[in-house]
């Protein structure tokens, strides 16, 4: 595995010449929910967030079995006919490949306004990375990044896919909002990645913490570590939120 050159992360938010408070994030785990009620639910947190009426959010959750790509289609990524997938293919408005959502990956949607934390496209990439690395070694996994290829690897292996969306969800008045994020694959069953070529890398292959680990890991404790994670990674207090009030979030304007 060869690292690309080092970037530095500028944990954002943690005072300095402007003398500025921690920022904080807001969270919650959300449980099982459906793809495109998620990708509402971004839409609707990252609308408010370039208003800045509500602080950077990351939403913790896991999908039902789903295969989701980037803007190009699955191309030729497909191993099997779509009919045959044994799961919807959705289209989404996400950077990357092809890749596999399902019960026992760790999905973290995060929603930053890039501008106030500071970041540019590489560096939250990269930070998000970071994070991922951090939170494998409390189970014992070593997880790298790979030069010109995002996620995290453990050997040849991919253990987290990244596929981000930035853009400017309240027109040229707002922020440069994130949506999208990160998938870990904790417990989930690695059979469905190999109907797919997993993010249109043939040559490689996926695994899991469990795989990896000598035990399971709880999924709730894995979610609990990442978000902490994130917050020091980004430079964040992170602030627990009703997971009922974040899902019935609805924007009102438009």
Same mark, same amino acid.
């Given at each position: 595995? %060869?690292?690309?050159?080092?970037?530095?992360?500028?944990?954002?938010?943690?005072?300095?010449?402007?003398?500025? *408070?921690?920022?904080?994030?807001?969270?919650?785990? *959300?449980?099982?929910?459906?793809?495109?009620?998620?990708?509402?639910?971004?839409?609707?947190?990252?609308?408010?967030?370039?208003?800045?009426?509500?602080?950077?959010?990351?939403?913790?959750?896991e999908h039902p079995p789903?295969?989701?790509?980037?803007?190009?289609?699955?191309?030729?990524? *497909?191993?099997?006919?779509?009919?045959?997938?044994?799961?919807?293919?959705?289209e989404t408005d996400r950077?990357?490949?092809?890749?596999?959502?399902?019960?026992?990956?760790?999905?973290?949607?995060?929603?930053?306004?890039?501008?106030?934390?500071?970041?540019?496209?590489?560096?939250?990439?990269?930070?998000?990375?970071?994070? /991922? /690395?951090?939170?494998?070694?409390?189970?014992?996994?070593?997880?790298? %990044?790979?030069?010109?290829? %995002?996620?995290?690897?453990t050997g040849e292996d991919?253990?987290?896919?990244?596929?981000?969306?930035?853009?400017?969800?309240?027109?040229?008045?707002?922020?440069?909002?994130?949506?999208?994020?990160?998938?870990?694959?904790?417990?989930?069953?690695?059979?469905?990645?190999?109907?797919?070529?997993?993010?249109?890398?043939?040559?490689?292959?996926?695994?899991?913490?469990?795989?990896?680990?000598?035990? %399971?890991?709880?999924?709730?404790?894995?979610?609990?570590?990442?978000?902490?994670?994130?917050?020091?990674?980004?430079?964040? !207090?992170?602030?627990?939120?009703?997971?009922?009030?974040?899902?019935?979030?609805?924007? !009102?304007?438009?």
């Amino acid at each position: 595995m %060869t690292d690309c050159p080092p970037v530095i992360l500028k944990q954002s938010g943690s005072g300095g010449e402007r003398g500025e *408070l921690i920022a904080t994030c807001d969270y919650a785990y *959300l449980g099982l929910v459906e793809y495109t009620e998620a990708l509402e639910l971004q839409r609707d947190l990252a609308h408010e967030r370039a208003l800045g009426q509500i602080p950077d959010t990351l939403l913790l959750l896991e999908h039902p079995p789903v295969y989701t790509t980037g803007r190009r289609g699955p191309g030729a990524n *497909l191993r099997i006919s779509e009919s045959a997938l044994g799961a919807p293919l959705v289209e989404t408005d996400r950077g990357g490949e092809i890749t596999f959502h399902g019960p026992g990956q760790l999905i973290a949607y995060s929603i930053i306004d890039l501008r106030q934390a500071g970041l540019t496209v590489v560096t939250y990439v990269r930070s998000l990375e970071e994070t /991922i /690395i951090r939170t494998l070694r409390r189970y014992g996994v070593e997880g790298s %990044t790979e030069c010109g290829l %995002t996620g995290v690897w453990t050997g040849e292996d991919k253990i987290a896919a990244i596929g981000v969306r930035v853009g400017k969800p309240a027109g040229a008045a707002g922020g440069w909002v994130t949506t999208h994020g990160l998938a870990l694959n904790v417990t989930v069953d690695l059979d469905w990645f190999g109907r797919i070529v997993p993010c249109g890398i043939a040559d490689r292959g996926v695994t899991s913490i469990e795989k990896l680990s000598a035990n %399971t890991p709880p999924f709730r404790e894995v979610a609990a570590d990442l978000a902490r994670d994130f917050g020091d990674v980004f430079g964040r !207090t992170m602030v627990k939120e009703d997971p009922a009030q974040v899902r019935a979030h609805v924007v !009102t304007s438009v």
